[in-house]
C-alpha cells in the first residue's frame, strides 16, 4: 500500500497570505498515460470531504483559482495564494493510482 | 444536482453484520465508479471498498477484504456495502463517493461497533 505523508499537520495563516501544504508519497503516482493521479480535498467542519484539486493539478468545477496544485512524481504541494476565512479545515492529499487509495493524515488550516 | 444519501448506519455487536446503502441521484449513477470511504470522527480518511461501472470489478483495502462486500444496483441508483464480521475498529463514519477521483461525497452513516 502507497503510503501519502502530509506536512505540516496543522498551520495558522493571516487572512490575504499564501498558504503551503506538502505530500509525498512512497511510490510514484504517475501513470504511463501521463497523469499523476494525486488529488487534494477539503473537509470543512462538520462536512464531508470536497474535491480540490485531481490529477495533480486540475481545480475541479467551482474551485477558486486561488487554489493550485504541483509537484512531480511523489513529492506535491497545494498552494492557496491568497487564504480567505472560508479556507478553514482539513486538507486531505490522496493518491488514486493503485488500490486501496491511500490518504495523507491530514493539515489543519486555522486562521491567524 | 448531485445526491448522495447513505443509510443503514446502527449501534451493532463485534462479531455482528450491517448492510450501508447509498441513494444516488442527480448523475448517471451507471458511468461512474463508486467507493466507500470511512472516518472515526477527529480521525482520518480511509477508503475502504471501490466497484466498477457495472460491478465486474470490485476492490477493498485490506482490513476489511472477506469480511465486506461492496455492490451496486444501478437500477435502482444504489451502492451498497454488506459489513460481516464486524470489529471495534470498524467503528466509523461510512461515505460513499463518486468517481475515480471521489468527486463528491454524501454526508456519511455512522456506524458503532461496541458490546
Known amino acids: 500500500e502507497i503510503v501519502m505523508t502530509q506536512n505540516p499537520l496543522s498551520l495558522t495563516v493571516t487572512p490575504g497570505q499564501p498558504a503551503s501544504i506538502s505530500c509525498n508519497s512512497s511510490q510514484s503516482l504517475l501513470h504511463s498515460n501521463g497523469k499523476t493521479f494525486l488529488c487534494w480535498y477539503l473537509q470543512k467542519p462538520g462536512q464531508p470531504p470536497q474535491l480540490l484539486i485531481y490529477?495533480?493539478?486540475n481545480r475541479y468545477s467551482g474551485v477558486p483559482d486561488r487554489f493550485s496544485g504541483s509537484g512531480s512524481e511523489t513529492d506535491f504541494t497545494l498552494k492557496i495564494s491568497r487564504v480567505e476565512a472560508e479556507d478553514v479545515g482539513l486538507y486531505y492529499c490522496m493518491q488514486n493510482i493503485y488500490f486501496p487509495y491511500t490518504f495523507g493524515r491530514g493539515t489543519k488550516l486555522e486562521i491567524k | 444536482e448531485v445526491k448522495l444519501v447513505e443509510s443503514g448506519g446502527v449501534l451493532v455487536q463485534p462479531g455482528g453484520s450491517l448492510r450501508l446503502s447509498c441513494a444516488a441521484s442527480?448523475?448517471?449513477?451507471?458511468?461512474?465508479?463508486m467507493s466507500w470511504v470511512r472516518q472515526v470522527p477527529g480521525k482520518g480518511l480511509e477508503w475502504v471498498a471501490g466497484?466498477?461501472?457495472?460491478?465486474?470489478?470490485?476492490f477493498y483495502v485490506d482490513s476489511v477484504r472477506g469480511r465486506f462486500t461492496i455492490s451496486r444496483d444501478n437500477a435502482k441508483n444504489s451502492l451498497y456495502l454488506q459489513m460481516n464480521t464486524l470489529r471495534a475498529e470498524d467503528t466509523a463514519i461510512y461515505h460513499c463517493a463518486k468517481n475515480w477521483a471521489l468527486d463528491y461525497w454524501g454526508q456519511g452513516t455512522p456506524v458503532t461497533v461496541s458490546s
Open positions: 442527480g448523475f448517471i449513477f451507471n458511468n461512474y465508479w
Open positions: 490529477e495533480l493539478f
Open positions: 466497484i466498477k461501472q457495472d460491478g465486474s470489478e470490485k
